[in-house]
């Protein structure tokens, strides 16, 4: 069998990012979680917030620190893999990913050692204001890759000469038309990641009588938090699918798994889509659906997969599934922030056990619908890696070879499964240890060991 | 495309250069304490080995990320180049870098298993800094490069050149290290950081000797360059060696900081060397600084925004060292 370097690198690559993009969307919604807390704390003087806040930001540690090694990867990809895209577009690329290292990544490298370890070295305010900080940071992490990402999927404000892009127009380049609607749900997706493990958790302990009254505010906070966020991800879903439909309409009938262009199109909710043969089997629908979401009329013209080629045709069935799996959930979501309130009567929100069982399950949740949503995104772009530019193939290095990129795929695949299960043993410690553990008065040592990522937290790692 | 009014190259150029220094004298100090973990004498040297680079560790490893975003930004044909071209090095590298970053975190809350994040750390660190080094001897190699692609094999950068190369710069920074720990340590720590220095030294200067004279064998115009016609650049090497004798003497008089700022001096001037040797050949043997920049817009983009963040990010970073300062105390940890 000859191995195609192409086909590794894809999976290589959508393994690593797959693998680093799990660790951002927690961290960004849990640092302005604990940022919230930390103000609390710093107005009301109320030891509940403090306590919780140290809490969570031992479970933020961990995470960020596996978010910080798989990052570095990342970073180097692009070059390894992809070496003609990254040449062809480093014009813009290059100041993009410079620019997030230097505004983001030493931003959040050097106040996050304040947020663990200074709280008793520099006064309350510096130490909120650190909180602050670190939160900012990862926005405007997020802020320069999505930019980078958005460019890839709508291209704008360059142009081509000598097969190179130059950049015309950095505001149209950087603000390209997706930019700000997958900004927003990129953000929502953040804050409802956060949200929805910080509910799980909370829950959890509840169910077993621990701390019972601290942690019940949290999850009163964060579930008065879904309430607001869950419809809005919806409506941001919405406006970015139209979005979508105006720029990658090839995207969109994949989405919708649509294969001819015409109106009276059906909202499927069950299909096996069939490449081969251009078509769906076993469909179920609801009529003129589709068309009723993306055009607002039953007649309504949606794109079919049949206006290009087969060979420019992303991989129907995965990008059909992902979204239903990604709206699936954002709609179980919003139930359980509508269902959240109608429990706010006696606090039974914190006392019926299904529902507390049900937030436990659903902290898995938006992990899951993160890794669809990028999925959609990502294989609907296929072929191309710049929409309707350059495909995956054109970008390919030239030198690799199938040898190479199994080699490395196999090994990232190692190397990540073992830091992956001795990260999520210790995370599990951690949230073992609970708020009751975690304030064990810290230890001089333990205390200046380190401004760094995982250290903050210092449970032992194996078992007693 | 209007024609530049003036050539960003040169500055570029030189914030690599110096992007690429801050990387090795800061991430080498702290890769020498894995380099030197399984010699040491007991786990509470360990501990404050491990505890002397602890706080800085993460902050001096974003100057690689900085050095990987800024060539794609700068000088992207290099980017394009290097990359493939070190593809199965580029991996071996990431993949210590995580070992040893994750090892960082977890040996101090491990029990029974400390062991083996001490040989994580250990080998991590190892082998990042023999592929760095690699990497190196394979930029004096040159690639082979057509119409700007890689076009060589998996394996062409790994001779015996580069293992070479690869050698001197663990040794190198198993001197930063030991040199660090004197300035960082006291009792049987450093004395044992005084007593490993001077064979390093050795070590060192014998490695760093061979490659010297190797040099102009495996490439011509470095041979060239150097003798050719003798020039005030002969003054480096002068300066190394002269560096390795502060080295040398300073540990002989027992003064904790002078051997660790000269073994940065030994760093500087083989680097500048280095830089010399190769000086306008950013992808050897084909193509300048010139050839390899990206367009003058984006160079120019990204310095404005450099010229004002990277002031904060230099206080930052000094700041961390300033609130970390002063020596590790066995149990204690910092202060
Ligand atoms: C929407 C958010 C998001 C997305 C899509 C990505 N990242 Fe990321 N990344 C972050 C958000 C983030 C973050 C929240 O800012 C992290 C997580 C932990 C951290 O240190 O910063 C981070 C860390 C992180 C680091 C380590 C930084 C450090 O050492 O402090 C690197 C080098 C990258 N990322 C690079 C990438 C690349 C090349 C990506 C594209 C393929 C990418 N990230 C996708
Ligand atoms: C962090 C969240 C992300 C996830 C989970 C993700 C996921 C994926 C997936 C699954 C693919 C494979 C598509 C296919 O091969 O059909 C892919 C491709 C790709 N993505 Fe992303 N992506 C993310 C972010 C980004 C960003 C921010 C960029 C650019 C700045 C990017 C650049 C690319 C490139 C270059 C490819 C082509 C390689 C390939 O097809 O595998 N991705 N991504
Ligand atoms: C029911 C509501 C939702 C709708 C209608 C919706 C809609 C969409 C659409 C149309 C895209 C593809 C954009 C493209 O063309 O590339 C997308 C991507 C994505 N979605 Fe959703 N979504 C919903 C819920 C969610 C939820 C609950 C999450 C996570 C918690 C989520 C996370 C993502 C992510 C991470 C992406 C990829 C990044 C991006 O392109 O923004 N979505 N979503």
């Known amino acids: ?464 | 495309m209007s024609e530049p009014v003036f050539d960003l190259t040169y500055i570029w150029a030189a914030i690599m250069a110096f992007g690429v220094i801050m990387y090795v004298l800061m991430d080498g100090f702290d890769l020498g304490q894995g380099i030197l973990f399984p010699f040491a004498p007991d786990e509470e040297s360990r501990d404050i080995m491990m505890n002397s680079v602890a706080p800085v560790w993460d902050g001096n490893e974003t100057w690689l990320i900085l050095g990987g975003a800024g060539l794609l930004a700068a000088f992207p044909l290099v980017y394009a180049v290097f990359l493939p071209a070190l593809y199965i090095g580029v991996f071996l590298l990431l993949a210590g870098l995580i070992f040893r970053g994750v090892a960082f975190e977890f040996r101090f809350k491990a029990r029974t298993s400390k062991y083996l994040w001490n040989w994580a750390f250990a080998g991590g660190s190892i082998v990042a800094s023999f592929a760095q080094g690699a990497v190196v001897g394979a930029y004096i190699q040159g690639f082979e490069v057509e119409n700007m692609r890689y076009v060589g094999g998996a394996l062409d950068w790994l001779t015996p050149f580069t293992v070479l190369t690869g050698l001197g710069l663990v040794a190198g920074y198993g001197l930063l290290g030991a040199t660090w720990l004197i300035l960082k340590s006291e009792g049987k720590t450093q004395a044992w950081a005084y007593k490993i220095t001077p064979p390093l030294l050795v070590a060192v200067l014998v490695v760093f000797g061979a490659i010297g004279l190797y040099t102009p064998y495996v490439d011509q115009y470095v041979s060239s360059r150097w003798f050719d016609e003798i020039s005030i650049a002969w003054i480096l090497p002068v300066l190394v060696l002269l560096c390795a004798i502060r080295v040398y003497t300073s540990v002989r008089s027992k003064r904790d900081g002078s051997p660790f700022v000269a073994t940065m001096g030994m760093f500087v001037f083989t680097y500048l060397a280095m830089l010399y040797s190769k000086w306008p050949y950013v992808v050897p043997p084909d193509y300048t600084f010139h050839q390899a920049a990206s367009a003058h817009e984006s160079q120019l983009f990204l310095l404005l925004g450099l010229l004002f963040v990277i002031p904060f990010v230099l206080v930052y970073t000094a700041w961390t060292y300033w609130v970390f300062r002063g020596k590790v105390k066995a149990g204690v940890g910092y202060h």
Request: net charge neutral; glycine share 8%; hydrophobic share 50%.
């Open chain 1, 1 to 464: 069998m000859e191995l195609d370097p192409l086909l590794l690198s894809r999976i290589q690559f959508a393994f690593v990012v797959s693998f680093h993009a799990i660790f951002p969307v927690f961290t960004i919604g849990l640092a302005s979680f604990i940022a919230t807390l930390e103000g609390l704390n710093y107005r009301t003087r109320n030891p509940v917030w403090e306590r919780l806040a140290t809490f969570w930001a031992k479970v933020f540690a961990v995470v960020f620190g596996m978010g910080v090694v798989s990052g570095i990867v990342m970073a180097f990809q692009f070059g390894t893999n992809w070496s003609v895209f990254s040449h062809t577009s480093a014009n813009f690329l290059g100041p993009v990913l410079s620019y997030e290292v230097v505004t983001a990544f030493f931003l959040e490298a050097a106040f996050l050692g304040v947020l663990l370890f200074g709280r008793n070295k520099v006064p309350r305010g510096v130490h909120f204001a650190s909180a602050v900080m670190v939160a900012t940071g990862t926005f405007i992490s997020s802020f320069w890759i999505l930019s980078a990402n958005s460019w890839m999927q709508t291209p704008a404000g360059v142009e081509m000469v000598d097969g190179f892009y130059h950049v015309v127009s950095w505001a149209d380049a950087i603000f390209n038309a997706s930019f700000w609607p997958r900004f927003f749900h990129m953000a929502l997706a953040s804050f409802l990641t956060g949200s929805f493990v910080v509910a799980g958790v909370s829950a959890w302990y509840i169910m077993q009588g621990r701390e019972v009254e601290t942690h019940k505010k949290a999850l009163s906070m964060t579930l008065w938090f879904l309430l607001i966020a869950t419809p809005a991800q919806v409506v941001i879903g919405d406006i970015h699918g139209l979005n979508t439909l105006e720029h990658q309409p090839t995207k969109v009938a994949a989405m919708e798994g649509n294969w001819e262009t015409g109106g009276n199109v059906p909202l499927l909710l069950f299909a096996i889509p069939d490449q081969e043969a251009q078509t769906n089997h076993f469909e179920i629908g609801i009529p003129n659906g589709a068309s009723w979401i993306l055009r607002h009329d039953a007649e309504g013209v949606v794109p079919g997969l049949k206006d290009v080629p087969q060979d420019k045709q992303p991989p129907v069935a995965i990008v059909f599934w992902a979204f239903r799996i990604m709206v699936g959930i954002g709609l179980l979501m919003v139930v359980f922030a509508v269902v959240g309130l109608f429990l706010r009567r006696n606090e039974n929100y914190a006392k019926k056990r299904w529902f507390l069982n049900g937030l436990r399950f659903m902290s898995f949740s938006p992990f899951l619908a993160v890794l669809a949503g990028w999925f959609v995104t990502e294989v609907g772009r296929a072929p191309y890696l710049v929409y309707g530019q350059m495909t995956h193939a054109e970008g390919l290095t030239p030198s690799l070879t199938g040898g190479m990129a199994l080699f490395t795929l196999i090994g990232y695949i190692v190397v990540y499964a073992l830091v992956f299960t001795a990260g999520s043993y210790y995370l599990m410690r951690v949230l073992r240890d609970g708020l009751e553990k975690s304030e064990t008065t810290v230890t001089d040592d333990e205390l200046q060991r380190a401004k760094r990522p995982l250290s903050a937290a210092n449970s032992a790692i194996e078992w007693e």
